[in-house]
């Protein structure tokens, strides 16, 4: 079995906030991440394939298609946006990288057809990420504006 790699990159800004608590809750939780107009990260997002190459073009599956996938599908949505209120697909959800790689994972999944969906790995900063492998997790959603 093989594993292969794609990466793309997008830019947001975003603020973490629980609005079912407090400024000074929230201040205590999420600390300069609370900063009521956000802030911005250059994000980084790699999709791993898992399979076997088709022998007739020696692919798992062809990168540009991927890469078409994670334009198309996704950093269209992310790209320069607020994620609080800009993206449909995270509205009401804490805009955390945790978060976001779980409901990335659900877009991209159906979509990829030669291969299999394997690792999701989605960096913050060049020193924070998270990487998930699709296992069932579940996301609040909460009525308000955040
Ligand atoms: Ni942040």
Known sequence: MLFITKSVEFSASHRLYNPEWDFQKNQEVYDKCNNPNGHGHNYV???????????????????????????????????????????????????TVENISVLIWDIV???????????????????????????PVEIKRFGNEQ
């Open 45 to 95: 997002l790699e999709v791993t394939v898992k399979g076997k190459p088709n022998p007739d073009t020696g692919y798992v599956i062809d990168l540009k298609k991927l890469k078409d996938i994670l334009v198309k599908k996704v950093l269209i949505h992310l790209d320069h946006k607020h994620l609080n209120v800009d993206v449909d697909f995270l509205k009401g959800v804490i805009p």
């Open 109 to 135: 999944k159906p979509h990829i057809t030669d291969g299999e969906l394997y690792k999701l790995k989605l960096y913050e900063t060049p020193n924070s990420w998270v990487e998930y492998y699709g296992e």
